[in-house]
């Protein structure tokens, strides 16, 4: 039977996994959910054995059931390849008392490949299952990571256009580089007046104005999101938690059964969220721990069940993390109301409107296996410091604060559960904060010398996304303000 995918904010016309995948979001402005969490028909110790694709297919033919094993086979094969500079994929690594899922061998690495090396294949496929013969326009706000590894995985795929905006004053230096060398005719990147919440919220608004979807239609266009709101961006990221899970077992690191906790640095709150639905289809897992650097809105909201944006905004060495609405938790909030759009619904207007919601304490109880923590930023770069003279092991700055955040658990609760950190980017992607944190004088150097002090210090080869953009020509230099969004992408349409 297939899984059928609700929006969080009304109840009825559900749609298949192609249908939402497409439309990445719902008309109501609610996010699409599955109707139930299926569990995984293999265990753990089949599972094993398994290779990275092998378990990517028996994970996501349960949710995206109306795609057939062909296709799905078809799409993981073109994304999980020789994109990535290892054949595991997402490697385990021990250090300094925990593994680390190294989620960063794609083509831009950051985590956000995992699921943008294969949503342009299943959005294709999806395109064609639903006879679409409109161009689909990928609209994507980034805090950074997103955008490049979105503009990476839909460059030159035929049927699609991309647009990327970011915050121009609030990304990496290496971040924005990478975006603004983008290649392929299909792509289309522009830097706003604003924070990442100001690009996301446009974005929010655009995917909801009628009149501007009308237009798309006659333009022979329709808007798709890459954002992880996408229940396309969602599925694929589950696979690795079932994995490091197996990864485990299959290297006698834990017994068959035995509990392990995760941690994940979180900004959207996607990352985690697959987590826990990982949990659900049956991973052993214990304590969600969801980390944040100093824009803490969600251990706030862990710690006193208020989700309160309105305060001030905080420009951090993790940028990607640097988030005041964690979309993807209004997922886990319809979830703990007993999947009450209504109630859900009632939440979201009061966050749009008043910036606040509080969730009544039978909610509260449901979020037991969360925990939050948040590190600072000088934890963070204490952390980076400490876990290179214990053992040699580089950690960028998103994968510190988690790491921080790890410690700080252990020590509050001395639960010493295997614990699994998701490692979200490479330390080549934030080079001067990862640098400047070993050795402060390391701030005298330039960017690409940083690059190679790194690759010496670690002992790691230069990934190649850094290579590349050494001498990558500039490709996109619009710049405009928040306001100006639909205009700009007008322009770049031909509307
Ligand atoms: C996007 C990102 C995060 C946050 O992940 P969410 O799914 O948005 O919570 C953390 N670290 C890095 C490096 C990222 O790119």
């Given at each position: 039977m297939n899984v059928q995918y609700y929006s969080t904010r009304s109840t009825g016309n559900p749609v298949l996994a192609s249908q939402a995948i497409l439309k990445?979001?719902?008309?109501?402005g609610g996010l699409f959910v599955p109707d139930h969490i299926p569990t995984l028909e293999k265990s753990m110790a089949e599972l094993a054995g398994q290779t990275y694709q092998e378990t990517a297919l028996d994970v996501m033919k349960l949710f995206l059931t109306d795609f057939t094993e062909e296709e799905l086979k078809h799409c993981i094969e073109s994304a999980y390849d020789s994109k990535f500079d290892t054949e595991v994929i997402a490697p385990l690594v021990e250090a300094d008392g925990a593994y680390y899922l190294?989620?960063?061998?794609?083509?831009?690495?950051?985590?956000k490949d995992m699921a943008l090396s294969i949503l342009p294949h299943l959005m294709i496929t999806a395109a064609r299952k639903n006879q679409i013969r409109n161009d689909i326009v990928i609209l994507t706000a980034t805090s950074g990571d997103t955008g490049k590894a979105a503009l990476a995985g839909f460059a030159?795929?035929?049927g699609t256009k991309i647009i990327v905006f970011y915050p121009k004053n609030g990304v990496s230096p290496i971040q924005e580089k990478q975006m603004v060398t983008q290649k392929g005719d299909n792509t289309f990147v522009v830097g706003i007046h604003g924070n990442f919440d100001d690009a996301q919220t446009g974005v929010k608004n655009i995917f909801n104005d009628r009149a501007f979807a009308k237009q798309m239609e006659e333009g022979g266009f329709q808007f798709s999101s890459a954002n992880s709101i996408n229940i396309g961006r969602l599925v694929p990221q589950i696979v690795y938690y079932v994995y490091s899970y197996a990864q485990l077992l299959h290297s006698g690191k834990i017994a068959d059964g035995e509990k392990i906790n995760v941690v994940v640095p979180t900004g959207n709150f996607g990352n985690i969220l697959a987590a826990h639905y990982a949990k659900q289809m049956g991973v052993p897992i214990e304590k969600l721990i969801c980390a944040s650097n100093e824009n803490k809105v969600l251990f706030d909201f862990f710690e006193t069940g208020v989700y309160d944006r309105n305060r001030e905004f905080h420009l951090t060495s993790s940028p990607s993390m640097?988030?005041?609405?964690?979309?993807?938790?209004e997922r886990l909030i319809y979830e703990i109301t007993g999947r009450n759009a209504e109630e859900n619904a009632k939440l979201m207007k009061s966050l749009t409107e008043k910036g606040v919601y509080e969730i009544s304490p039978e909610m509260k109880e449901k979020l037991k296996e969360f925990f939050g923590g948040f590190a600072t930023q000088q934890e963070t770069a204490d952390q980076i410091r400490k876990v290179y003279e214990d053992c040699g092991y580089i950690l960028d700055t998103h994968t510190a604060v988690a790491s921080s955040v790890y410690e700080k658990y252990v020590a509050k609760t001395a639960d010493h559960t295997p614990c699994v950190i998701?490692?979200?980017?490479?330390?080549f992607k934030f080079t001067r904060s990862v640098m400047t944190a070993i050795d402060?004088?390391?701030?005298?150097?330039s960017d690409f010398e940083l690059v190679d002090e790194l690759s010496k210090l670690g002992n790691v080869k230069i990934p190649a996304a850094i290579e590349e953009i050494k001498s990558a020509p500039v490709r996109h230099d619009t710049v405009c303000e928040k306001d100006e969004m639909p205009k700009v992408i007008r322009e770049f349409l031909g509307l």
């Open positions: 990445g979001l719902s008309d109501d190294e989620l960063f061998h794609g083509a831009t690495i950051a985590f030159d795929v035929k640097d988030i005041l609405i964690s979309s993807n938790l998701a490692s979200t980017a490479s330390p402060a004088s390391y701030d005298k150097m």
